[in-house]
């Protein structure tokens, strides 16, 4: 059973930093890409960034390029998700999940899972 288990997330102020974590289990870790996205209140899941197999490769959601950076250990089975400078606007419960379907580079929930409880991150003013 394939099971990704969220943590780090917390509230902080604008302009801080947080390292969210992903642990994974039940599956090959190495052989997926990983994805993290986002979901604020009343909208719709939104990607975030997503990482290569290796992790020598990675994409981003405009809003976060420059701020967020995605990496993985393979040996750990555990993608992170390093974020800086926070916005209010980054406010959301963040989850990770597998590429299942889709080539790399898609941004659609649709091709990712499974997804698990998520971690709630809150940026105040």
């Known amino acids: 059973q394939v099971q990704l288990v969220e943590s780090g997330g917390g509230l902080v102020q604008a302009g801080g930093s947080l390292r969210l974590s992903c642990a994974a289990s039940?599956?090959?870790?190495?052989?997926?890409?990983m994805g993290w996205f986002r979901q604020a209140p009343g909208k719709e899941r939104e990607f975030v960034a997503a990482?290569?197999?290796?992790?020598?490769?990675?994409y981003y959601v405009d809003s976060v390029k420059g701020r967020f950076t995605i990496s993985r250990d393979n040996a750990k089975n555990t993608v992170y998700l390093q974020m800086n400078n926070l916005k209010p606007g980054d406010t959301a419960v963040y989850s990770c999940?597998?590429?299942?379907?889709?080539?790399?580079?898609?941004?659609?929930?649709?091709?990712?899972?499974?997804w698990g409880q998520g971690t709630q991150v809150t940026v105040s003013l």
């Open positions: 990482i290569s197999w290796s992790g020598d490769t990675s």
């Open positions: 999940a597998a590429l299942v379907k889709g080539l790399y580079g898609t941004r659609r929930p649709a091709d990712f899972g499974p």
């Open positions: 039940g599956l090959t870790f190495r052989s997926y890409v």
